[in-house]
């Protein structure tokens, strides 16, 4: 049964049912701890996920709200909280993480830009590699 679906759809849906698992977790450090799990899920199944898939889309462009809410969550730590260094070094690889996942869609984006025929005009080729890239192009 289930060699009959393709392996980019079931981590597509892995990382679906975390993003919406997200949205109940609160407090920041386990909120933190969630967002890293799903980001190195994504980060070392990256071949695997399809280049315009929906999922990975939506976390490269939530990436930029969860580093800043990151950084919000480090500046508001409190000395006097247990395990303050542990909880800090946490958000901190948070930050490593989601920079490394989107260093990951910028590299995709150039390759596929890159293939495409020098002799194209330079609108077609934005318009195709938007098409095809995980990170949106502007």
Known sequence: MFSEIPEHKI??????TRI???KTIY???????????TILL???EFETLRLRDAVAVALYKHTF????ET???????HPFLPNVEHRRETFKMLLRDIKTYRRLCLQNTLNQFTMLPGYLPLDVRKYVVSYISTMPVD
């Not at 981590?11 to 679906?16: M, V």
């Not at 407090?27 to 799990?37: L, N």
């Open 11 to 16: 981590l597509a849906k892995r990382l679906s």
């Open 20 to 22: 919406k698992v997200l």
């Open 65 to 68: 709200v969860l580093e800043k």
């Open 42 to 44: 994504a980060t070392h």
């Open 27 to 37: 407090g920041s450090y386990e909120r933190a701890k969630h967002i890293r799990t």
């Open 71 to 77: 950084t919000e969550y480090m500046d508001d730590l």
